[in-house]
């Protein structure tokens, strides 16, 4: 079984979360790639991405939109996909209106999600988000161990 995880990151919070996912699938055969290195070749043979991004104004970073939307229709198909996002708790956003804008912005996961599932992937799990304390972090306590946790629960019986 064969697994590439490929995170953006601007200030190393989701790249910790994708190191954390990569060392939790273990055994088996994971690279953990920055978006921007990931060419064509990492993708062969390939049965599971696990695609991670920081949500930037409601969305993945240009980086993560830029690559999957490259990405040929069709080409994941018999791929299966986990996605996650780090992203701001909504309780620690001081301005109300802000935090309904932000509640109703979406994140960056379920994005990921659709435009996978549009190029044949089969998403597994739900979309997942790991939360920063601030926009530039740290990673509130114990999101490593979770993240290893929920990847370890999504993948363990496939
Ligand atoms: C320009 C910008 C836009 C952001 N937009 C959102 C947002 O819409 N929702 C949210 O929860 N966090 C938002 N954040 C916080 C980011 O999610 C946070 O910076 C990110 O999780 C950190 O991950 P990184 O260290 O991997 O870059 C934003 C941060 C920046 C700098």
């Known amino acids: 079984m064969k697994a590439l995880v490929i995170y953006d990151s601007v200030f190393g919070n989701t790249e910790k979360v994708a190191q954390a996912i990569g060392k939790a699938l273990g055994t088996k055969s994971v690279t953990v790639k920055k978006v921007t290195e990931v060419g064509d070749s990492d993708l062969k043979d390939v049965d599971w991405i696990i695609t991670g991004s920081p949500t930037r104004a409601f969305r993945p970073s240009e980086?993560?939109?830029?690559?999957?939307?490259?990405?040929?229709m069709g080409s994941l198909k018999g791929i299966r996909a986990v996605v996650f996002d780090t992203?701001?708790?909504?309780?620690?956003?001081?301005?109300?209106?802000?935090?309904?804008?932000v509640s109703k912005?979406?994140?960056?996961?379920?994005?990921?999600a659709k435009v996978l599932q549009t190029k044949g992937a089969e998403?597994?799990?739900?979309?997942?988000?790991?939360?920063?304390l601030e926009s530039e972090g740290p990673l509130a306590e114990g999101e490593l161990e979770r993240a290893a946790a929920w990847v370890k629960s999504i993948t363990k019986n496939q």
Do not use: D, H, N
């Not at 912005?105 to 990921?112: D, I, R, T």
């Not at 998403?123 to 920063?132: I, R």
């Open 87 to 101: 992203r701001i708790p909504l309780e620690t956003i001081k301005s109300k209106a802000f935090r309904f804008i």
């Open 123 to 132: 998403v597994v799990g739900k979309p997942e988000g790991f939360f920063v």
């Open 63 to 72: 980086g993560m939109t830029a690559f999957l939307k490259k990405l040929a």
């Open 105 to 112: 912005g979406g994140y960056a996961a379920p994005a990921m």
